[in-house]
């Protein structure tokens, strides 16, 4: 298996590192830490789901441990990202803590949250962390095409995934070139415009057309460009419609009207406002 080819079931991809990442995940931002966050992760779980996106800022990594645990589903079978919060000083300290929080030995993922104090000052870190076994896999998030150039100037280890606001309202043509072409996977936070994208005429005509709802257009349009996706709901009907996209193909047509929503001008930026 090469790299950034996805797997023959069409759920996961071989990332650079030569480690393997489920394409569907549940994304918990927003969602509080104790009974809200365990419940989604359980559902998600039984829905499916292998993968689970948390981070230090969202304050919700004992409850997504705490789930994990309590499914029965066994650790190696489920891939956890990390995100390290960079108004901290040191991602290696900061990596030990999540892995406390989460109640495991290594997290699969551990990812630059934002370029904050610029994109390169925490990358050793982060190689610290992958050396000392506390993360299979590194990367970063929210970093535009230039930062990510730059973290390959200084990386001896170089990030394996990207992961940054996408969806075809923001489709980021720009960027997402530039990781294809470094070898680096992206990952689409945000994959229904926190819920607003999911209105849209366009994606309402196509999703009606297929018998699909709008959630699921807009992930299968994420999976069919080999991106992971991240689509986040504490819901347990929505967190299982959402896995349901594995089973239908939207067409070239479908795909070229929904790549016609974008609102960037195909940027090779990752946000459009930076909130740090
Ligand atoms: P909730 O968490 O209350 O279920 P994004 O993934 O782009 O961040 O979007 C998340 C938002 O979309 C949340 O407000 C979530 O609500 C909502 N959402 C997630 N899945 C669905 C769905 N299948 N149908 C309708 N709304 C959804």
Redesign the pocket.
């Known amino acids: 298996m090469t790299s950034g080819s996805v797997t023959a079931d069409g759920r996961s991809r071989v990332l650079a590192d030569g480690n393997e990442i489920p394409l569907l995940a549940l ?1 918990v ?3 509080p830490d104790g009974r809200e966050c365990e419940d989604a992760v359980r559902w998600a779980l039984e829905a499916g789901y292998r993968h689970v996106d948390t981070a230090q800022a969202y304050g919700n990594e004992p409850s997504v441990g705490r789930a994990l645990r309590d499914s029965g589903v066994p650790r190696e079978d489920i891939f956890i990202t990390t995100k390290f919060h960079p108004g901290r000083s040191d991602p290696e300290a900061e990596a030990q803590r999540s892995l406390q929080r989460l109640g495991v030995e290594s997290v699969d993922l551990y990812i630059i949250h934002w370029p904050q104090g610029g994109p390169t000052w925490a990358w050793d870190g982060m190689q610290r962390a992958h050396e000392r076994g506390y993360a299979r896999s590194i990367g970063i998030s929210n970093f535009s095409a230039a930062e990510v150039e730059s973290v390959f100037a200084v990386a001896d280890m170089p990030p394996v995934v990207n992961q940054v606001q996408f ?1 075809p309202f923001e489709f980021r043509r720009g960027l997402l070139a530039e990781c294809e072409r470094r070898g680096v996977a992206l990952e689409a ?7 607003r ?2 209105d849209d005429r366009e994606v309402a005509r196509i999703a009606e057309r297929l018998g699909r ?4 257009v807009l992930i299968r349009w994420s999976l069919q460009r080999g991106l992971i996706v ?6 347990r ?3 299982e ?2 896995a349901q996209v594995f089973d239908f193909q939207l067409s070239d047509e479908d795909m070229a009207a929904l790549d016609g929503l974008d609102q960037t001008g195909g940027t090779d930026s990752a946000l459009e406002r930076p909130w740090w």
């Open positions: 994304g931002w927003q969602v969806s936070y945000s994959p229904l415009g926190t819920g994208h999911l709802t709008p959630a699921q991240l689509p986040k709901s504490a819901h009907e929505r967190i419609q959402n």
